[in-house]
């Protein structure tokens, strides 16, 4: 039943009834994203959890407020992000982001559903391994839009860069990507002509 439910739905239930189930359904969901977009901030993993931990708290001690939210995934975010500054500044530790803007203008559907369409069961795990080796910042960018379906403006406000620049770490992502998948395809493509060659060769009768 939960499962089903919107977002708003899941926090009416919890404002107004204190739905412990709604509140577990919304942790399922959030959970892991923010764990991940927190080590963005906080690479050591036990402390990203942390702070996610914190947030959830937060939420639980205001739930009564939780319906009044319009935009969750912003509000969620913004709070995890927040958590993460105060700990680095906290532990007397900053992050420096670079800042590399480009006139490149790129719409996110028409980069990404490419690569929907490529992919098939064989893929999947070939492509998941080569999201995990992009760059840090990158691969952020890239997963806060294509897992987590930010908007381009939501990932340049969270991560306090222009849009330009999500844009071109966005299309640089995809271009990696399909490199690596279309030199996979290559190479799996080169096998299948040897072992056919192979077999050929087997069935000959001199």
Known sequence: MYSTLSNSDLLVQISVNTD???????YKRYHCKLVSFARYYLPIPAEAEDVVSDVFVNLLKKHGQLKDIDNFDGYIFFAVKNHCLNRIKKNKRKEQFSDITTEIDIKTDKCTQPLEQLLNKELSYFYSSLVEELPSKRKLVFKMIK???????EVAKLLVITEKTVK??????V?????????????????????????NKKGVVI
């Open 175 to 199: 271009k990696d990507l399909r490199k690596g998948i279309s030199e996979y395809l290559e190479v799996k493509g080169n096998n299948t002509k040897t072992n056919q060659l192979q077999r």
């Open 20 to 26: 412990k189930k709604a509140f577990g359904e919304l």
């Open 147 to 153: 897992d987590d379906g930010l908007k381009i403006a």
């Open 168 to 173: 071109k770490h966005l299309e640089l992502a």
